[in-house]
């Protein structure tokens, strides 16, 4: 299949239209918005996009239509040297998603994942995994047939050829179905989830619990995000952490879970510790938070090395493990 690969993302690639609106309208009224861009987006798209920017080689398994919103998507991820050859044509439209911001920072979304949901498992094969560091799954691809088929075929085949599996797992996924949930996790390296997915997979109520749940079904680095609150990130060498977000002025959240997601693929990758996985990931995640969108604005390299230099004094210390310098090492940042 060509040259190899340190990730290899699945999962679900759109063209995103984001809006910033004042306030939600009552039902009937109007949304009013002083801003709309459309971006490529998809969880999977925007982590591949950090990641390359980190400097990882990256590519995407997933599905387009064969229509012009298709060539919105593809054009930018080349762009960015984001291997796109697994990634398949199909009869339905491409996926399409709008994104609303309030001052809040906070985002709501109404996605048609098309095309997304037509990935046939047919198209999955051995050949497209040699060669490949990492197989990186977002949760929403094992939702529906025949996406999800092809979700579990390359799932399977990864596990046979020993590539290690991560999962973000969304919260939709694991409601819909916890069993399939439960049944994967045992075979992953790196599994991101949040509190209240723990909680429906396990009855975790504290973080540190759905922390001690992930280890105890096998996964290899384990991270239980908090939102605003922060994470917890374990290992399966019994380490444990807690990490406070950044204090950061918020303009929007879309893309901050596929960056902090980034992160920690990065430090599977180049073998860095617990300390430094989370301070990565919770840098990469601040950073995408401080503009509206994602997509070819997710943050990468030179952002971190900034980011992290001008806030060691103030903000590292024991509260980040004391990651902030293993990192900058990892990437070559200058000075």
């Not at 861009?37 to 239509?65: H, I, M, P, Q």
């Not at 979304?109 to 040699?130: D, K, Q, T």
């Not at 092809?150 to 290690?164: F, S, Y």
């Not at 280890?215 to 939102?227: D, E, F, N, S």
Request: net charge negative.
């Amino acid at each position: 299949m060509g040259p190899e690969l340190d990730v290899l993302l699945f999962g679900d690639l759109n063209v995103d239209t984001m809006m910033a609106i004042h306030r939600y309208p009552p039902p009937g009224g109007d949304g009013l918005s002083d801003f709309v861009e459309v971006e490529v987006g998809g969880a999977v798209a925007n982590s591949a996009v950090t990641l390359a920017r980190l400097g990882l080689r990256t590519g995407l398994v997933g599905a387009l239509g064969r229509d012009a919103w298709a060539e919105q998507v593809t054009r930018p991820l080349e762009a960015e040297g984001i291997d796109l050859r697994r990634v398949a044509r199909v009869a339905r439209g491409t996926g399409l998603a709008m994104i609303v911001s309030t001052p809040d920072g906070e985002r709501t979304m109404f996605s048609f994942r098309g095309a997304n949901e037509e990935l046939p498992p047919e198209h999955i094969n051995a050949e497209m995994l040699e060669g490949v560091g990492v197989l990186h799954f977002s949760g929403y691809a094992f939702l529906k047939p025949p996406q999800a088929e092809a979700a579990w075929k390359a799932a399977a085949l990864g596990t046979q050829m020993g590539v290690p599996l991560s999962l973000d797992s969304g919260l939709e996924p694991v409601l819909r179905s916890p069993e399939g949930m439960r049944r994967l996790l045992p075979q992953l390296a790196v599994c991101i989830t949040g509190l209240e997915e723990m909680h429906a997979l396990d009855g975790s109520e504290q973080p540190e619990a759905a922390l001690d749940a992930l280890m105890a079904y096998g996964v290899g680095l384990g991270a239980v995000k908090l939102g605003a609150q922060g994470c917890w990130l374990g290992s399966s060498q019994g380490e444990k952490c807690f990490f406070p977000i950044f204090p950061i002025e918020t303009v929007d959240t879309t893309g901050a879970g596929d960056a902090f997601s980034a992160g920690l693929l990065f430090a599977l990758r180049r073998g860095l510790s617990l300390a430094a996985a989370g301070t990565l990931a919770s840098a990469l995640g601040a950073l995408a938070t401080t503009q509206y969108g994602a997509g070819m604005k997710m943050p990468g390299a030179a952002q971190v090395c900034a980011f992290l230099r001008a806030r060691s004094e103030a903000r590292m210390g024991g509260a980040f493990c004391d990651g902030a310098a293993e990192v900058l090492a990892a990437l070559s940042c200058p000075g």
